[in-house]
């Protein structure tokens, strides 16, 4: 529990600071490739120093293909590590918001925040859970290939450049989703944020309404969750499973 409340608050801070680097440029390629290039440090403080992420437990599913993980295990340990990042990113998306970062470029950070995790509340279903799967592969790939490295200098770089292009793709991670919807929905109680991001970006009362704790579980953590799973479980781990299988008999 403890070390998923870690790992969630490392991936909040990847989170809020890639958020806080590209909220005023208005060229979308540019602000993702800003973005792509702060986001990886949540994943380099989980590996450095300590985290369960959902997104990377996943693989456990590889032990359960060789028998040395029991499915009930593997389901009370995702359950937990789920539940733990959620709450570690709830509390640093608050104390963020506690900060006053939001009032950066005259509130614009904070509607910039209200935006982001609109959007992700009012992605299609079919859509999220594709994105989701996506994610997966890049941050699982990431977690092997900082596995391989044999030096902190090659860890570095190995989770860098896969996590970079899953933010530059725009693709849906479960884990940072619960820093960046909760925190919309904090930015939301400010009405100056609110203003700001009615006269910014066009958004009316009743679309900034959909914003709340139901759509974020609903409409984002469902299937962005169910995506994750298949992306790690099958597009990774089970693959990985098949193409080694006949070593791992000999063994």
Not at 15 to 20: C, D, F, G
Not at 23 to 36: E, S
Not at 70 to 96: E, H, P, Q
Not at 206 to 220: M, P, V
Request: aromatic fraction near 14%.
């Amino acid at each position: 529990i403890l070390l998923g409340i870690m790992a969630g608050m490392f991936i909040a801070g990847g989170a809020s600071a890639s958020s806080t680097a590209m909220h005023a440029i208005g060229n979308v390629g540019l602000a993702r490739f800003v973005a792509g290039a702060i986001f990886p440090v949540g994943l380099m403080m989980i590996v450095f120093i300590g985290g369960e992420l959902f997104t990377g437990d996943c693989m456990m599913i590889f032990g359960v293909f060789t028998k040395k993980v029991k499915v009930v295990d593997l389901v009370r340990v995702l359950i937990t590590v789920w539940i733990s990042n959620l709450v570690g990113s709830v509390i640093f998306a608050y104390l963020v918001y506690a900060s006053g970062q939001y009032n950066y470029t005259n509130g614009l950070l904070g509607a910039f925040t209200i935006k982001v995790a609109l959007g992700k509340c009012t992605i299609p279903f079919g859509t999220a859970f594709a994105s989701g799967i996506l994610c997966n592969i890049f941050v699982c790939g990431a977690v092997l290939m900082g596995s391989a490295a044999k030096d902190a200098g090659g860890k570095v770089w190995a989770i860098f450049f896969p996590i970079m292009a899953f933010v530059v793709s725009g693709y849906e991670h479960c884990v940072a989703n619960m820093y960046y919807i909760p925190a919309g929905i904090f930015a939301k109680s400010n009405p100056a944020y609110v203003q700001t991001a009615m006269e910014t970006y066009g958004f009316t009362e009743d679309q900034i309404a959909n914003l709340n704790w139901g759509s974020f579980f609903i409409n984002s953590s469902i299937p962005v969750t169910l995506g994750n799973i298949v992306g790690g479980m099958i597009f990774i781990s089970l693959l990985l499973y098949l193409v080694h299988k006949s070593s791992l008999e000999e063994k």
